[in-house]
């Protein structure tokens, strides 16, 4: 099956850039979709197909996909960004199509 | 606006049964395939199942399968998760989820609240 491989932590300054990656084998032939979570709330899709924005996610999301990583990057962070934020992605040859990475908690610092 | 509603949590022995429920509002649900996800305490999101419009397919996670059972009553706008023989790992909340399709790719744009399910003795 398709692993997805997150980093379990970053951490980055207010007014900063954070970058989360999401690992897997030739990842950048597929669609990648990015999920953030606060604490006690349900996750939230903040990123599909690899850098569409959802309505109501601010442009500061941005989201890129090439060769072995999907990277989700938020610009200028604020204390609110801080989550945890989950990679997702639709393996079409498979009987379990979705597929998480292991989820990545965004400290701001 | 779109809703989901979830219920059907509570404690359970191990090895007992439950059924969850999720009620759709806020779009046209039998246009859509629907997804439980759960999420141990502390851990993170592990997709369970998924049932297209019709409830013509069905996928399960190794996890659950031959143990959970997903339906759906569109007359209801009603999402189901069957559970049996529960084990104390299949502790988590469980959300239901809308799915959304762009170019070949699937994602879930909607998500309920959760409810917990709790298996212990």
């Known amino acids: 099956s398709y692993v997805l491989t997150q980093p379990p932590s970053v951490s980055v300054a207010p007014g900063k850039t954070a970058r989360i990656t999401c690992g897997g084998n030739?990842?950048?032939?597929?669609?990648v979709h990015w999920y953030r979570q606060k604490p006690g709330q349900a996750p939230v899709l903040v990123i599909y197909?690899?850098?569409d924005r959802p309505s109501g996610i601010p442009e500061r999301f941005s989201g890129s996909n090439s060769g072995n990583t999907a990277t989700l990057t938020i610009s200028r962070v604020e204390a609110g960004d801080e989550a945890d934020y989950y990679c997702?992605?639709?393996?079409?040859?498979?009987?379990?199509?979705?597929?998480f990475g292991g989820g990545t908690k965004l400290t701001v610092l | 606006e779109v809703h989901l509603v979830e219920s059907g949590g509570v404690v359970v022995q191990p090895g007992g049964s439950l059924r969850l429920s999720c009620a759709a509002s806020?779009?046209?649900?039998?246009?859509?395939?629907m997804h439980w996800v759960r999420q141990a305490p502390g851990q993170g999101l592990e997709w369970v199942s998924l049932?297209?419009?019709?409830?013509?397919?069905?996928y399960y996670a190794d996890s659950v399968k031959g143990r959970f059972t997903i339906s759906r009553d569109n007359s209801k706008n009603s999402l189901y998760l069957q559970m049996s023989s529960l084990r104390t790992e299949d502790t988590a909340f469980y959300y239901c989820?809308?799915?959304?399709?762009?170019?070949?790719?699937?994602?879930?744009?909607?998500w309920g609240q959760g409810t917990l399910v709790t298996v212990s003795s």
């Open positions: 989820a809308k799915a959304a399709y762009y170019s070949s790719t699937w994602f879930l744009d909607y």
């Open positions: 806020g779009f046209t649900f039998d246009d859509y395939t």
């Open positions: 049932v297209t419009w019709d409830g013509g397919s069905t």
């Open positions: 030739n990842i950048g032939s597929k669609s």
């Open positions: 197909y690899d850098s």
């Open positions: 997702q992605l639709w393996n079409s040859s498979s009987d379990h199509p979705v597929v």
